[in-house]
């Protein structure tokens, strides 16, 4: 038989077990597309990559050990269970809205990996239950409903910036320039609540009955007062160098964030305020945040190296509050910032610029890890030149659920 013939022979009919492992590769295919960890926010860019990946896995794994191999890989790209040191793509959390601050203003993303433009606002968060958005920009306050509709707006004579909601859904905290005002959650009754403030922004202790809030001074000093009263029921002083200020222990214990942590153990009108960890020499604070059981993530950066440890750390209830049992979530190349909790206070969310990916982490460890990249571009379509990094301002459940 010449080459021709051969040749011949081999179109006229099928090649003996074609057919079968055609089959077992579309089996094996078929499993890996049903075990994906689909993205919500990068599902309608990535559906032409999966239709192109199947293809050819399932073209070449017939009739090759590579293309098996090529199945693997793909597993891999869209999601496999991993050790803990190892993290892998898992699905994002279900359930809950984030607020998303970004160039063209917030988004509001659903679970289902839709969002929604409100307008362009400087920043926003969220009102106790997700039912509505407080939004800054230039001199205006503005009161947002999910789907962009403005119940009211509040202008003053100075830049506005860091409008908080408080808990009981009935005061709104913001900052006037240095000063520190509060407005009822229906836009009336503005008025000036403390001047001399530094650019941090207001922290509502986690009261529904009572409209408390902490604040930082100028000087250094921390401050809690109770909006309507005027009673002043904290007041100690801290580092100027303050970044942000977190409740915990239901209300109990304030933590003070500062770039470089100071040592801080005070306790005044029934609240504790401590400060954050100790971190190695050279190292900065970038952001905290407080999980459930008593737990406390934080990013430790490290300027020399340029890579940022994300450290899990449990805090003992007894006076003052101890850090014990660091361990080590996560560590990345730049800065890691921007933590954000769940709802359910069980999943941790963090920006990494440096690699352009937003990061979730189910606490406590590192049970499930998730990730989506080209992040900066999917809140600045279009836009010309580099993205800039978007900034999750919060995370509320689903409308209706308790």
């Given at each position: 038989?010449?080459?021709?013939?051969?040749?011949?022979?081999?179109?006229?009919?099928?090649?003996?077990?074609?057919?079968?492992?055609?089959?077992?590769?579309?089996?094996?295919?078929?499993?890996?597309?049903?075990?994906?960890?689909?993205?919500?926010?990068?599902?309608?860019?990535?559906?032409?990559?999966?239709?192109?990946?199947?293809?050819?896995?399932?073209?070449?794994?017939?009739?090759?050990?590579?293309?098996?191999?090529?199945?693997?890989?793909?597993?891999?790209?869209?999601?496999?269970?991993?050790?803990?040191?190892?993290?892998?793509?898992?699905?994002?959390?279900?359930?809950?809205?984030?607020?998303?601050?970004?160039?063209?203003?917030?988004?509001?993303?659903?679970?289902?990996?839709?969002?929604?433009?409100?307008?362009?606002?400087?920043?926003?968060?969220?009102?106790?239950?997700?039912?509505?958005?407080?939004?800054?920009?230039?001199?205006?306050?503005?009161?947002?409903?999910?789907?962009?509709?403005?119940?009211?707006?509040?202008?003053?004579?100075?830049?506005?910036?860091?409008?908080?909601?408080?808990?009981?859904?009935?005061?709104?905290?913001?900052?006037?320039?240095?000063?520190?005002?509060?407005?009822?959650?229906?836009?009336?009754?503005?008025?000036?609540?403390?001047?001399?403030?530094?650019?941090?922004?207001?922290?509502?202790?986690?009261?529904?009955?009572?409209?408390?809030?902490?604040?930082?001074?100028?000087?250094?000093?921390?401050?809690?007062?109770?909006?309507?009263?005027?009673?002043?029921?904290?007041?100690?002083?801290?580092?100027?160098?303050?970044?942000?200020?977190?409740?915990?222990?239901?209300?109990?214990?304030?933590?003070?964030?500062?770039?470089?942590?100071?040592?801080?153990?005070?306790?005044?009108?029934?609240?504790?305020?401590?400060?954050?960890?100790?971190?190695?020499?050279?190292?900065?604070?970038?952001?905290?945040?407080?999980?459930?059981?008593?737990?406390?993530?934080?990013?430790?950066?490290?300027?020399?190296?340029?890579?940022?440890?994300?450290?899990?750390?449990?805090?003992?209830?007894?006076?003052?509050?101890?850090?014990?049992?660091?361990?080590?979530?996560?560590?990345?190349?730049?800065?890691?910032?921007?933590?954000?909790?769940?709802?359910?206070?069980?999943?941790?969310?963090?920006?990494?610029?440096?690699?352009?990916?937003?990061?979730?982490?189910?606490?406590?460890?590192?049970?499930?890890l998730a990730t989506v990249p080209n992040i900066a571009e999917e809140f600045d379509p279009g836009g010309i030149g580099p993205a800039e990094f978007p900034y999750v301002a919060g995370w509320v459940p689903d409308p209706g659920s308790s």
């Amino acid at each position: 038989m010449n080459d021709a013939e051969l040749r011949s022979g081999l179109q006229a009919g099928p090649v003996p077990g074609e057919a079968e492992a055609g089959e077992r590769a579309w089996q094996v295919v078929r499993q890996a597309y049903a075990a994906r960890e689909r993205l919500p926010w990068i599902e309608r860019h990535s559906r032409v990559v999966i239709v192109f990946a199947l293809l050819a896995a399932l073209a070449v794994g017939a009739v090759s050990p590579p293309g098996r191999a090529l199945v693997d890989t793909f597993r891999d790209t869209v999601g496999r269970e991993a050790p803990a040191t190892q993290p892998a793509l898992v699905r994002l959390p279900p359930g809950g809205r984030l607020l998303v601050d970004s160039p063209r203003g917030p988004w509001v993303v659903h679970a289902d990996g839709s969002k929604r433009l409100l307008g362009a606002y400087d920043a926003a968060s969220w009102s106790p239950q997700g039912l509505f958005v407080v939004a800054t920009r230039d001199h205006q306050v503005v009161a947002v409903e999910p789907d962009g509709h403005v119940r009211w707006t509040l202008t003053r004579p100075g830049l506005v910036a860091q409008a908080r909601w408080a808990p009981s859904g009935f005061r709104i905290a913001y900052r006037e320039g240095a000063t520190l005002r509060v407005v009822i959650g229906n836009g009336e009754g503005d008025r000036l609540l403390a001047d001399g403030v530094a650019p941090v922004a207001p922290a509502w202790r986690p009261l529904a009955v009572r409209n408390q809030l902490a604040y930082a001074d100028r000087a250094g000093k921390i401050h809690v007062i109770d909006v309507d009263t005027r009673e002043q029921l904290l007041s100690v002083p801290s580092h100027r160098s303050v970044e942000k200020l977190l409740w915990a222990e239901g209300g109990r214990r304030l933590i003070v964030l500062s770039a470089h942590p100071a040592d801080l153990n005070r306790r005044q009108g029934g609240i504790r305020v401590v400060g954050t960890p100790s971190l190695p020499a050279g190292h900065r604070l970038l952001d905290g945040a407080v999980l459930a059981d008593g737990l406390f993530a934080y990013a430790d950066y490290d300027p020399k190296a340029d890579t940022t440890a994300l450290i899990q750390a449990a805090c003992v209830t007894s006076d003052p509050c101890l850090l014990i049992g660091p361990v080590r979530l996560f560590q990345g190349d730049g800065k890691l910032e921007n933590l954000v909790v769940s709802p359910d206070s069980r999943w941790l969310y963090f920006g990494w610029p440096a690699a352009d990916q937003a990061v979730f982490l189910r606490t406590p460890g590192v049970r499930k890890l998730a990730t989506v990249p080209n992040i900066a571009e999917e809140f600045d379509p279009g836009g010309i030149g580099p993205a800039e990094f978007p900034y999750v301002a919060g995370w509320v459940p689903d409308p209706g659920s308790s």
